[in-house]
């Protein structure tokens, strides 16, 4: 399978076979302290494509569980994306250059998960999700969008 088109073009970025789909009521899980504030971005545009969204806090872990689709720490019920800002949990980038940039994101049939070392991370992976979203969906129907696993650093100095 091709990569996804996400500029910049990421170190790694896969399509994975299947559909990831967003229902028109959605919620976004949050850990870290940085991503309410990011979740609120997306949310700004998700409701572009007339989603409903609910941004909550998720209790447990840290997000490292919740982001790599284990239940233990889970997010909300319900939830689709889950957004973890949580330093030291995504030791593949820490070792990367420019690590604090770095994020992965995994969009599967069970939904998104953003994980980054820190909020700029956190933030260019959100970036790159909205670079796989449609520029319209029908109303009241669920957002399509290709599985994909993708993982990013800084671009080189």
Do not use: K, W
């Not at 969204?53 to 994306?81: E, S």
């Not at 969009?107 to 796989?132: D, I, K, T, W, Y």
């Not at 009241?140 to 650093?153: E, N, S």
Request: include cysteine; aromatic fraction near 2%.
């Amino acid at each position: 399978m091709d990569a996804p088109p996400i500029i910049p073009r990421p170190l790694h970025a896969q399509r994975l076979p299947g559909r990831c789909l967003l229902p028109p009521c959605i919620t976004i899980a949050c850990h870290g302290e940085a991503a309410p504030g990011i979740a609120r971005y997306l949310a700004a545009f998700l409701e572009e494509l007339d989603l409903r969204v609910d941004v909550q806090a998720a209790a447990g872990d840290g997000g490292a569980a919740a982001a790599a689709g284990a239940p233990p720490g889970a997010p909300p019920a319900g939830a689709r994306i889950v957004l973890a800002h949580a330093p030291g949990s995504v030791a593949e980038l820490a070792a990367l250059p420019h690590a604090g940039e770095a994020y992965e994101l995994r969009a599967g049939e069970a939904g998104v998960a953003v994980r980054a070392l820190a909020p700029h991370g956190l933030f260019n992976g959100v970036v790159s999700l909205l670079q796989l979203l449609p520029a319209r969906a029908p109303l009241d129907a669920d957002v399509a969008l290709d599985c994909v696993h993708v993982r990013r650093p800084a671009p080189p100095v």
